[in-house]
Nanobody, 120 residues
């Protein structure tokens, strides 16, 4: 099983980016999917996550600006980021709890990370 994230880049303050992360492999079921971020010198923190049923949870710092969604048919999670601020600059990692042929009881997988830089 692999998680492949993409969509990061350089954007000006107030701009938008959309991240996506696709899971591939011998997948039976994907439970919660989410996005975390890690800024230089800081611990990794949860940005948002979403259950298989579509219930979303957000960090207070991104509420009202970011929207998480998923396409269960494509095993993909998205993060729409609007009104970006310099403090949103970080490496963003996708995360998913996946039951697969290799881990039938479930295992937490991480994507490779994608850089988001908000700067003028």
């Amino acid at each position: 099983v692999q998680l492949q994230a993409c969509g990061g880049g350089l954007v000006q303050p107030g701009g938008s980016l959309r991240l996506s992360c696709a899971a591939s492999g011998r997948i039976f079921w994907i439970n919660a999917m989410g996005w975390y971020r890690q800024a230089p010198g800081k611990q990794r923190e949860l940005v948002a996550d979403i259950t298989s049923g579509g219930r979303a949870n957000y960090a207070d710092s991104v509420k009202g600006r970011f929207t998480i969604s998923r396409d269960n048919a494509k095993n993909t999670v998205f993060l729409q980021m609007n009104s970006l601020k310099p403090e949103d600059t970080a490496v963003y990692y996708c995360n998913a709890g996946i039951q697969s042929r290799d881990a039938p009881l479930g295992y937490e997988y991480w994507g490779q990370g994608t850089q988001v830089t908000v700067s003028s």
